[in-house]
């Protein structure tokens, strides 16, 4: 099975970017869709954004015109760029398939790479 580990968060000040990346350790070719989950304490956790196989994006509102999700099948990895952050962004941010609405099986999770936005 892919595992999928993700890199790139840190601390950023408000208004600052980041670029988070999910690099697979096997091919992602035969699954229809990835996405940037992310979960903050107290919180459910939301699904940012997420690519299909054909490169058709969804954002949640809350990170519309900010964040710029993108996939390389060739090299198995999904990269979301974040602008113009601001401390609600602050989350643990996860990398995983889009689930069985979208026909895959969610792959386990990993560690996930944390994001705090703060001055």
């Known amino acids: 099975q892919v595992q999928l580990v993700e890199s790139g968060g840190g601390l950023v000040q408000p208004g600052g970017s980041l670029r988070l990346s999910c690099a697979a350790s096997?091919?992602?070719?035969?699954?229809?869709?990835l996405g940037w989950y992310r979960q903050s304490p107290g919180k459910e956790s939301e699904l940012v954004a997420g690519i299909t196989r054909s490169g058709r994006s969804t954002y949640a509102d809350s990170v519309k015109g900010r964040f710029t999700i993108s996939r390389d099948t060739a090299k198995g990895t999904v990269t979301l760029q974040m602008n113009s952050l601001k401390p609600e962004d602050s989350a643990v941010y996860y990398c995983?398939?889009?689930?069985?609405?979208?026909?895959?099986?969610?792959?386990?999770w990993g560690q996930g790479t944390q994001v705090t936005v703060s001055s």
């Open positions: 995983n398939t889009l689930g069985p609405r979208l026909g895959d099986s969610y792959v386990a």
């Open positions: 096997g091919s992602i070719l035969r699954i229809n869709a």
